[in-house]
């Protein structure tokens, strides 16, 4: 497939794990973007890489929140310590470069994270 | 800030009818571009629609098409000869540098 893979598709953690969500962009994809999603919301802004820079982690709650995307593709969001308000879908996407282009992202399936 | 409002928390319309949902947005950027983006309960966000600012033409896309009044900051969807598969949860967005600013949603119902 060509589309945004996002795995696992479900994750449940214990309060107090570490997660790794993981996002495969679509192919030569420059710009990669992950949102969290709370139940009955919209997605709301994490993180933002261009390349292998992570050129806007505004979005990031937490410090316990982390973005990495050491090769410019794979991205990994990984939390520390989940905390029962992390519950959420995390949503990646990815776009062709260019601030100022009309060009959409193209999201994911998510990751529904439950944290018990 | 940027923010988006989605006043209709859920809409319903028969199948074959009509059905608007509303959106408005704020910001002082006078160049900036707006999405609608479609998500069923599969949870991919699928873009509907999308309308730059600079171009006073509303878009369309067969059977969707925006209302975009500027001065008004208001960015409607309207989808004609609705169908069930048109049934989902949708997102108007704006866009600020890269990222995306979402509204709340509209959870459309289609009737048989």
């Known amino acids: 497939g060509a589309g945004v893979s996002q795995s696992p598709r479900y994750k449940v953690a214990k309060r107090g794990q570490d997660v790794a969500l993981r996002c495969d962009p679509i192919?030569?994809?420059?710009?990669l973007f992950w949102y969290q999603q709370a139940l009955g919301q919209g997605p709301e802004f994490l993180t933002y890489?261009?390349?292998?820079?992570?050129?806007?982690k505004s979005g990031l709650p937490s410090d316990r929140f982390f973005a990495e995307r050491p090769e410019g593709s794979v991205s990994t969001l990984k939390i520390q310590r989940t905390q029962q308000e992390d519950s959420a879908v995390y949503l990646c996407?990815?776009?062709?470069?260019?601030?100022?282009?009309?060009?959409?992202?193209?999201f994911g399936d998510g990751t529904r994270l439950s944290i018990l | 800030a940027q923010t988006v409002t989605q006043s209709q928390p859920e809409m319903s319309v028969q199948e074959a009818e009509t059905v608007t949902l509303s959106c408005t947005y704020d910001t002082s950027e006078s160049d900036y571009y707006l999405f609608w983006y479609k998500q069923p309960p599969s949870r991919q966000m699928i873009l509907v629609i999308r309308?730059?600012?600079?171009?006073?033409q509303n878009a369309t896309e067969n059977r969707f098409s925006v209302n975009f009044q500027k001065a008004a900051k208001s960015f409607s969807l309207k989808i004609s000869d609705s169908q069930l598969g048109d049934a989902a949860m949708y997102f108007c967005?704006?866009?600020?540098?890269?990222?995306?600013?979402f509204g709340k949603g509209t959870k459309l119902t289609v009737n048989p």
């Open positions: 967005a704006y866009r600020v540098s890269e990222k995306l600013v």
């Open positions: 309308q730059e600012a600079y171009k006073q």
């Open positions: 890489f261009q390349n292998e820079a992570q050129l806007d």
């Open positions: 192919s030569g994809h420059v710009s």
């Open positions: 996407a990815s776009g062709v470069l260019g601030e100022g282009s009309n060009q959409p992202q193209h």
